[in-house]
């Protein structure tokens, strides 16, 4: 089955400095790629999504980057801000589908003004 | 409703008891997923039901976790015999088709004495 490398687990920066959270994944057919998150005790939040037939994606302030040779993905927050900190997760569809979500084990971004 | 609602929010129950987890989802949103989270573990994929339908139960642990949903909207996820190792947060997801982005509940934390 799918597996998904989440790298940091843990990341501090300073306000205003650039976040970057990579994650690999295993299975060739996956084709969906999230990113969601989840502040202490929250439900998890999409922030960004990305499929396999694009190659970057930018929301504001962050952009999801996929390289689907390598299989590997990132997640990138410029301009990081406190209300940033949380757990960044990202996910990966196993098998092709999209239903089926294989999560990393999460990055604890922490923002320091 | 405006999110997926899930209840109880909290359950703690002793070793060997039954519980029941709830999760209604976002109105007209014929996927449903269930999912768990360990402490500081990513989720783990337990149940996708299509409709009533469940094409995919490959995550559920052990047969003592089952899932029903009824009438193409409310979800119920039931553990037997529960175990500490249950213990965990479990979190419910819905989304308009297969194929688009999963939307949260708050989970349910569920402890075992």
């Known amino acids: 089955g799918e597996n998904v490398e989440q790298h940091p687990s843990t990341l501090s920066v300073q306000e205003g400095d650039s976040a970057v959270i990579k994650c690999t994944y295993s299975d060739s057919a996956s084709n969906y790629f999230p990113w969601y998150k989840q502040e202490l005790g929250k439900r998890p939040q999409l922030i960004i999504d990305?499929?396999?037939?694009?190659g970057e994606k930018k929301d504001q302030r962050i952009a999801v980057t996929l390289n689907k040779t390598a299989k590997h993905f990132s997640l990138h927050i410029t301009e990081t801000q406190p209300e940033d900190s949380a757990v960044y997760f990202c996910?990966?569809?196993?098998?092709?589908?999209?239903?089926?979500?294989?999560f990393g084990k999460g990055t604890l971004l922490t923002v320091n003004p | 409703g405006a999110g997926v609602s899930q209840s109880p929010s909290n359950k703690v129950t002793e070793k060997g008891k039954d519980v029941e987890l709830r999760c209604d989802p976002i109105?007209?949103?014929?996927?449903l997923y269930w999912y768990r989270q360990s402490l500081g573990q990513g989720l783990e994929f337990l149940i996708y039901?299509?409709?009533?339908?469940?094409?995919?139960k490959s995550g559920l642990p052990s047969d003592r976790f089952s899932a029903e949903r009824t009438g193409g909207s409310v979800s119920t996820l039931t553990i037997q015999r529960t175990q500490q190792e249950d213990s965990a947060v479990y979190l419910c997801?819905?989304?308009?088709?297969?194929?688009?982005?999963?939307?949260f509940g708050d989970g349910t934390r569920l402890s075992i004495l």
């Open positions: 990305i499929r396999s037939n694009v």
């Open positions: 039901f299509q409709g009533n339908s469940a094409p995919d």
């Open positions: 997801a819905s989304s308009p088709s297969q194929s688009q982005p999963q939307h």
């Open positions: 109105s007209g949103h014929t996927a």
């Open positions: 996910a990966a569809s196993a098998g092709g589908s999209n239903y089926k979500l294989t």
